[in-house]
């Protein structure tokens, strides 16, 4: 499997639901999904993502309970790679401007992410010392 981790909104909605509640069954995966979703749609996602590497199974009597194969930080890291390199010409520094600039944030998410920002940026002192 590559590093490069693409998942449908379906699938990603299925991946969620293990990431939050672990390993589970078909009919549990189900339940817990926000869409009423047929079992066999249930099940082909599954055994779509698992043909994928990201999900692997263990059976359990007559039923297999699913879990995880990749962990949800790294799909994260990837779909925003690849979001970025396909509608920001790879530029992060797009990808913060418009998400800054487009959205409504609060005077608290600002300060969060300038106090992010500040913790990622050398500082001069830093690299004067360096020298």
């Known amino acids: 499997m590559t590093n490069d981790i693409y998942l449908t909104d379906r699938e990603a909605d299925v991946m969620q639901v293990l ?3 672990g390993p589970s069954v078909v009919n549990e995966v189900k339940d817990k999904l926000a869409d009423d979703l047929a079992y066999t749609t249930v099940l082909t996602i599954l055994r779509t ?3 994928k590497g990201y999900v692997k199974h263990e059976e359990e009597g007559r039923v297999h ?3 995880a194969a990749v962990k949800e930080n790294a799909a994260r890291k990837s779909a925003l790679q690849h979001l970025t390199g396909k509608l920001f010409k790879g530029s992060s520094e797009l990808l913060f401007t418009h ?3 487009d959205q409504k944030l609060s005077a608290d998410q600002i300060k969060r992410m300038r ?3 500040a913790e990622s ?3 001069a002192n830093d690299s004067k010392k360096e020298k």
């Open 99 to 101: 998400l800054v600039s």
């Open 19 to 21: 990431w939050d509640h």
């Open 115 to 117: 106090d992010l920002l």
């Open 49 to 51: 993502l698992e043909q």
């Open 121 to 123: 940026t050398p500082k």
């Open 65 to 67: 309970r699913y879990a």
